[in-house]
């Protein structure tokens, strides 16, 4: 049976939930789920806002038919081309024919990477600033190429001030009755999996986010319809405001993460010994993790909010501990700028990832490396006392 949630007096949202998908893109876990979001204008005109990935098509199908209560599906907008809104596209057009597909010329094209369906007859290609009107509402295209694909787009609605903003403002996590982020605890509960989706997704493409909130500046907003996760309608520029900062590359808060990757915990030790220390000088923000405990895109996505970095690893054949390599690949991989980093190596014959955890930051835009990088031997000894506080000190006076 059909599952719709009201957005606006003709606006719905019909989209799913999924709670059983294991891996988001086959590489992020997703332990809170996902939601799909598809929005349907019930207007003169009928306009259907995005599809959903095929695990909830079921349900979008019936969300849509009851919507629509036996009247034509006049547009289908694609805003974004990625399976998890497109997959249903080729069902959505077997069962509304006559349906026009709104999009610019590159989406129009990649559809027919995807399918073989007869796209062009029913193409409607807009570029920048193009408008539709349906009747009571007019609807602006606005490019935002690299949010996420390059053939993304977003759509405004000029009458009602909606920015359906594709996957931007998007998260992790199921939809769980409240559509709406004023309705639930979205700091305490969403907002972890908010940017852990932003680093791990978007992250890399900070600088033409900043150009699409560049955009969306120029605009009143009074919603934002992503989609993933809830609609947004009351304190949009707390959230703007987050998006801005990680678009930026800019830490959110004054913090130190420590990473560290331990084979018999002699690292490990370490990366606790420098933790106690910065907390016995007054340092109150700090989260440890174990590369290999915790999934990357978790130790990435902290990376995006802390402002200092430890990494602590063993060497692993005359190389950087695999878990510990890969971790620091992908934040190469997403552009992660303007932080400070301190670095342990430990080995027991010939300690290399030191100088291999080196040779990535200095390829990283605005990334300070301290001085006193510690290179440890097997254990830890009482003599390197005055090499861990030197490179504590240089944490601490880094911070302040
Ligand atoms: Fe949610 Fe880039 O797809």
Not at 111 to 137: M, N, P, W
Not at 169 to 176: D, E, M, P, R
Request: glycine residues 6%; contains cysteine.
């Amino acid at each position: 049976m059909y599952c719709t949630k009201q957005i606006t007096p003709d606006i719905s949202w019909v989209g799913g939930s999924d709670r059983r998908l294991a891996l988001f893109e086959n590489a992020f876990p997703i332990p809170r789920g996902i939601s799909y979001n598809s929005y349907l204008i019930n207007d003169d005109k009928t306009v259907l806002l995005d599809t959903v990935d095929r695990a909830v098509g079921p349900v979008f199908f019936e969300n849509i038919a009851h919507e629509l209560a036996g009247k034509p599906l006049d547009y289908l907008i694609v805003n974004h081309i990625e399976p998890d809104h497109c997959a249903t596209i080729a069902g959505l057009v077997l069962r509304y024919p006559e349906v026009h597909i709104v999009s610019n010329k590159r989406t129009i094209s990649m559809i027919k990477q995807f399918f073989t369906f007869d796209v062009d007859s029913r193409a409607v290609i807009v570029g920048e600033g193009d408008k539709l009107e349906t009747g009571h509402h007019t609807l602006t295209f606005l490019l935002a190429p690299m949010v996420h694909w390059p053939e993304v787009m977003v759509t405004y609605d000029t009458v009602e001030k909606i920015l359906f903003s594709a996957d931007a403002f998007g998260t992790f996590g199921a939809i769980n009755g409240n559509i709406f982020a004023d309705e639930v605890n979205f700091e305490a509960e969403w907002l972890p999996d908010a940017r852990r989706y932003y680093a791990n997704i978007v992250g890399k493409y900070g600088s033409q986010v900043q150009s699409l909130l560049q955009k969306a500046s120029a605009v009143e907003i009074k919603m934002i319809c992503p989609l993933h996760g809830p609609v947004w309608r009351d304190n949009l520029a707390w959230y703007i405001e987050k998006y801005a900062k990680w678009a930026a590359y800019t830490p959110e808060d004054t913090a130190v993460m420590i990473a560290y990757a331990s084979i018999y915990g002699g690292t490990e030790n370490a990366a606790n010994i420098i933790a106690s220390k910065l907390a016995d000088g007054g340092c109150r923000n700090i989260v440890m993790y174990d590369v290999s405990a915790t999934h990357p895109s978790e130790i990435v996505s902290e990376c995006f909010r802390c402002s200092h970095l430890v990494f602590a690893s063993s060497t692993y054949n005359a190389g950087i501990f695999s878990g510990m390599e890969t971790l620091l690949l992908d934040l190469k991989a997403h552009n992660l700028q303007n932080r400070t980093v301190a670095l342990v190596e430990n080995g027991s014959w010939g300690p290399a990832s030191g100088r291999l955890m080196t040779e990535i930051f200095t390829s990283m835009k605005g990334i300070t490396i301290l001085e006193n990088t510690l290179t440890i031997k097997s254990t830890l000894k009482e003599e390197q006392l005055l090499d861990i506080n030197k490179l504590v000190s240089s944490i601490l006076n880094s911070m302040r």
